[in-house]
Protein backbone atom coordinates (compact mmCIF):
# COMPACT_ATOMS: atom_id res chain seq x y z
CA UNK A 1 0.00 0.00 0.00
CA UNK A 2 2.15 3.20 -0.82
CA UNK A 3 1.94 6.33 0.73
CA UNK A 4 1.87 10.08 -0.01
CA UNK A 5 3.58 10.22 -3.23
CA UNK A 6 4.58 14.04 -4.02
CA UNK A 7 6.56 15.18 -7.15
CA UNK A 8 9.42 16.69 -7.53
CA UNK A 9 10.91 16.10 -4.39
CA UNK A 10 13.57 18.84 -5.62
CA UNK A 11 12.38 22.03 -7.52
CA UNK A 12 14.57 24.65 -8.68
CA UNK A 13 13.13 27.90 -10.55
CA UNK A 14 13.94 31.22 -11.04
CA UNK A 15 11.69 34.39 -9.93
CA UNK A 16 9.15 34.86 -11.95
CA UNK A 17 8.21 31.37 -13.02
CA UNK A 18 5.94 28.63 -11.99
CA UNK A 19 5.99 25.70 -9.98
CA UNK A 20 3.56 22.82 -9.94
CA UNK A 21 3.81 20.66 -7.13
CA UNK A 22 1.57 17.43 -7.42
CA UNK A 23 0.64 15.14 -4.69
CA UNK A 24 -1.09 11.49 -4.70
CA UNK A 25 -3.20 10.82 -1.96
CA UNK A 26 -2.94 7.23 -0.10
CA UNK A 27 -5.06 4.82 -1.58
CA UNK A 28 -8.66 5.42 -0.82
CA UNK A 29 -7.93 8.76 1.15
CA UNK A 30 -10.39 11.16 -0.37
CA UNK A 31 -9.32 14.24 1.39
CA UNK A 32 -5.72 16.18 0.82
CA UNK A 33 -3.91 19.21 2.79
CA UNK A 34 -1.25 21.31 2.00
CA UNK A 35 1.52 22.43 4.21
CA UNK A 36 4.14 25.00 4.06
CA UNK A 37 7.43 24.73 6.20
CA UNK A 38 10.15 27.13 6.40
CA UNK A 39 13.49 26.59 7.63
CA UNK A 40 13.75 25.77 11.08
CA UNK A 41 9.63 26.26 11.63
CA UNK A 42 7.08 24.38 12.04
CA UNK A 43 4.37 23.57 9.13
CA UNK A 44 1.81 26.14 8.49
CA UNK A 45 -1.48 25.20 6.99
CA UNK A 46 -2.47 26.14 3.52
CA UNK A 47 -5.29 24.63 1.81
CA UNK A 48 -7.91 21.40 2.39
CA UNK A 49 -9.41 20.17 -0.78
CA UNK A 50 -11.77 17.20 -1.05
CA UNK A 51 -12.48 15.34 -5.21
CA UNK A 52 -13.12 18.49 -6.99
CA UNK A 53 -13.93 20.98 -3.89
CA UNK A 54 -11.90 22.88 -2.03
CA UNK A 55 -13.01 23.13 1.94
CA UNK A 56 -10.96 25.41 3.55
CA UNK A 57 -8.24 27.70 1.95
CA UNK A 58 -7.68 29.93 4.89
CA UNK A 59 -3.92 29.45 4.95
CA UNK A 60 -3.17 30.26 1.06
CA UNK A 61 -1.45 33.49 -0.11
CA UNK A 62 -4.38 35.76 -2.12
CA UNK A 63 -2.31 36.16 -4.82
CA UNK A 64 -0.07 33.52 -7.21
CA UNK A 65 -1.34 30.78 -4.78
CA UNK A 66 -3.76 28.29 -6.56
CA UNK A 67 -4.69 24.61 -5.57
CA UNK A 68 -6.95 21.87 -7.25
CA UNK A 69 -7.67 18.33 -6.58
CA UNK A 70 -9.77 17.42 -9.67
CA UNK A 71 -11.94 13.66 -10.01
CA UNK A 72 -8.87 12.02 -11.72
CA UNK A 73 -5.60 12.37 -11.38
CA UNK A 74 -3.44 14.03 -8.27
CA UNK A 75 -3.54 17.21 -6.33
CA UNK A 76 -1.89 20.16 -7.61
CA UNK A 77 -0.42 23.11 -6.09
CA UNK A 78 0.42 25.89 -8.47
CA UNK A 79 2.43 28.84 -7.88
CA UNK A 80 3.16 31.46 -10.25
CA UNK A 81 5.45 33.65 -10.53
CA UNK A 82 7.76 32.80 -7.72
CA UNK A 83 9.40 34.43 -5.28
CA UNK A 84 12.59 33.99 -2.93
CA UNK A 85 10.32 33.96 -0.27
CA UNK A 86 8.30 30.99 -1.60
CA UNK A 87 11.31 28.68 -1.28
CA UNK A 88 10.35 26.62 1.41
CA UNK A 89 9.35 22.78 1.91
CA UNK A 90 6.26 22.09 0.55
CA UNK A 91 4.30 18.81 2.22
CA UNK A 92 0.83 17.15 1.16
CA UNK A 93 -0.61 14.95 3.46
CA UNK A 94 -4.23 13.02 2.96
CA UNK A 95 -6.59 11.87 5.57
CA UNK A 96 -9.45 9.13 4.57
CA UNK A 97 -13.30 10.08 4.85
CA UNK A 98 -15.17 9.16 7.72
CA UNK A 99 -14.64 8.86 11.57
CA UNK A 100 -10.39 8.17 10.99
CA UNK A 101 -10.42 10.83 9.28
CA UNK A 102 -8.11 12.91 11.84
CA UNK A 103 -5.03 11.24 11.17
CA UNK A 104 -3.42 12.74 8.45
CA UNK A 105 0.02 11.08 6.58
CA UNK A 106 2.22 13.21 5.05
CA UNK A 107 4.27 12.76 1.82
CA UNK A 108 8.01 13.49 1.36
CA UNK A 109 7.79 16.91 0.58
CA UNK A 110 9.25 18.93 -2.00
CA UNK A 111 11.60 21.74 -1.56
CA UNK A 112 11.61 24.37 -3.79
CA UNK A 113 14.16 26.41 -4.09
CA UNK A 114 13.81 29.73 -5.75
CA UNK A 115 17.12 31.75 -7.02
CA UNK B 1 -7.32 32.39 14.72
CA UNK B 2 -6.31 29.43 16.33
CA UNK B 3 -2.77 29.69 17.76
CA UNK B 4 -0.75 26.42 19.29
CA UNK B 5 2.87 27.71 21.31
CA UNK B 6 5.18 24.87 21.94
CA UNK B 7 7.96 25.32 23.83
CA UNK B 8 10.84 25.10 24.39
CA UNK B 9 12.34 25.80 21.23
CA UNK B 10 15.62 23.61 21.68
CA UNK B 11 16.38 20.98 24.13
CA UNK B 12 19.88 19.54 24.49
CA UNK B 13 20.07 16.41 26.80
CA UNK B 14 22.90 13.76 27.50
CA UNK B 15 21.87 10.50 26.87
CA UNK B 16 19.83 9.01 29.72
CA UNK B 17 18.16 12.16 30.46
CA UNK B 18 15.03 12.91 30.39
CA UNK B 19 13.05 15.49 27.96
CA UNK B 20 9.68 17.09 27.67
CA UNK B 21 8.15 19.24 25.50
CA UNK B 22 4.81 21.63 26.25
CA UNK B 23 1.88 22.50 23.88
CA UNK B 24 -0.21 25.20 24.49
CA UNK B 25 -3.74 26.02 22.78
CA UNK B 26 -5.74 29.09 22.54
CA UNK B 27 -8.65 27.52 21.97
CA UNK B 28 -10.21 24.08 23.18
CA UNK B 29 -9.74 21.37 20.68
CA UNK B 30 -11.12 18.08 19.28
CA UNK B 31 -7.87 16.15 19.34
CA UNK B 32 -3.97 16.79 19.62
CA UNK B 33 -1.34 15.31 17.81
CA UNK B 34 1.90 14.38 18.25
CA UNK B 35 4.69 14.20 15.30
CA UNK B 36 8.39 13.70 14.56
CA UNK B 37 10.54 14.91 12.54
CA UNK B 38 14.23 13.71 11.45
CA UNK B 39 16.21 16.48 9.73
CA UNK B 40 15.63 16.48 6.13
CA UNK B 41 12.34 14.27 6.34
CA UNK B 42 8.86 14.52 6.82
CA UNK B 43 6.79 14.80 9.76
CA UNK B 44 5.81 10.96 11.10
CA UNK B 45 2.52 10.76 13.26
CA UNK B 46 3.47 9.17 16.69
CA UNK B 47 0.09 9.73 18.45
CA UNK B 48 -3.39 11.31 18.78
CA UNK B 49 -5.26 12.24 21.85
CA UNK B 50 -8.57 13.07 22.33
CA UNK B 51 -10.26 12.46 25.68
CA UNK B 52 -9.86 15.34 28.27
CA UNK B 53 -6.70 14.29 30.62
CA UNK B 54 -5.87 11.55 28.70
CA UNK B 55 -2.48 9.49 28.76
CA UNK B 56 -0.75 7.47 26.53
CA UNK B 57 2.47 5.44 26.74
CA UNK B 58 4.52 4.55 23.81
CA UNK B 59 7.50 2.59 25.40
CA UNK B 60 9.48 5.67 26.57
CA UNK B 61 7.55 7.88 25.73
CA UNK B 62 4.67 9.41 27.45
CA UNK B 63 1.46 11.73 25.97
CA UNK B 64 -1.00 13.98 28.03
CA UNK B 65 -3.61 15.83 26.73
CA UNK B 66 -4.86 18.12 29.87
CA UNK B 67 -8.28 18.49 30.97
CA UNK B 68 -9.57 21.98 29.58
CA UNK B 69 -8.21 19.79 25.98
CA UNK B 70 -6.01 23.62 25.60
CA UNK B 71 -2.72 21.80 26.25
CA UNK B 72 -0.30 18.76 26.01
CA UNK B 73 2.73 17.43 26.88
CA UNK B 74 5.16 14.66 25.48
CA UNK B 75 7.80 13.31 27.76
CA UNK B 76 10.45 11.08 26.64
CA UNK B 77 12.43 8.91 29.39
CA UNK B 78 16.06 8.10 29.11
CA UNK B 79 16.12 9.34 25.69
CA UNK B 80 18.67 7.74 23.11
CA UNK B 81 20.61 8.81 20.00
CA UNK B 82 17.58 8.04 18.10
CA UNK B 83 15.44 10.44 19.63
CA UNK B 84 17.26 13.38 17.48
CA UNK B 85 14.53 15.38 15.77
CA UNK B 86 12.06 17.83 15.98
CA UNK B 87 8.89 17.12 18.04
CA UNK B 88 5.57 18.56 16.89
CA UNK B 89 2.26 19.10 18.08
CA UNK B 90 -0.33 19.89 15.86
CA UNK B 91 -4.34 20.59 17.06
CA UNK B 92 -7.15 20.15 15.33
CA UNK B 93 -11.26 21.20 15.24
CA UNK B 94 -13.78 19.58 13.85
CA UNK B 95 -14.36 20.85 10.44
CA UNK B 96 -17.80 19.63 10.29
CA UNK B 97 -20.11 16.59 10.14
CA UNK B 98 -17.53 13.52 10.81
CA UNK B 99 -14.63 15.41 8.93
CA UNK B 100 -11.65 16.90 10.40
CA UNK B 101 -9.72 20.04 9.28
CA UNK B 102 -6.69 21.45 9.08
CA UNK B 103 -3.58 20.84 11.77
CA UNK B 104 -2.66 24.01 13.49
CA UNK B 105 1.12 22.93 14.19
CA UNK B 106 3.05 24.67 17.26
CA UNK B 107 6.62 25.91 16.41
CA UNK B 108 8.21 22.52 17.32
CA UNK B 109 10.99 21.20 19.72
CA UNK B 110 14.22 20.57 18.59
CA UNK B 111 15.72 17.38 20.53
CA UNK B 112 19.83 16.89 20.21
CA UNK B 113 20.99 14.05 22.24
CA UNK B 114 24.52 14.02 22.92
CA UNK B 115 26.33 10.26 23.46
Known amino acids: NAGVMQNPRHLVRRRGQEARLRCSPM?????VYWYRQLPEEGLKFMVY????????ESGMPKERFSAEFPKEGPSILRIQQVVRGDSAAYFC?????????????FGPGTRLTVT | GQQVMQIPQYQHVQEGEDFTTYCNSS?????IQWYKQRPGGHPVFLIQ?????EVKKQKRLTFQFGEAKKNSSLHITATQTTDVGTYFC???????????????FGQGTILTVHP
Open chain 1, 93 to 105: ASSAPGPSSYEQY
Open chain 1, 27 to 31: KGHSH
Open chain 1, 49 to 56: LQKENIID
Open chain 2, 27 to 31: TTLSN
Open chain 2, 49 to 53: LVKSG
Open chain 2, 90 to 104: AGQLRAGGTSYGKLT
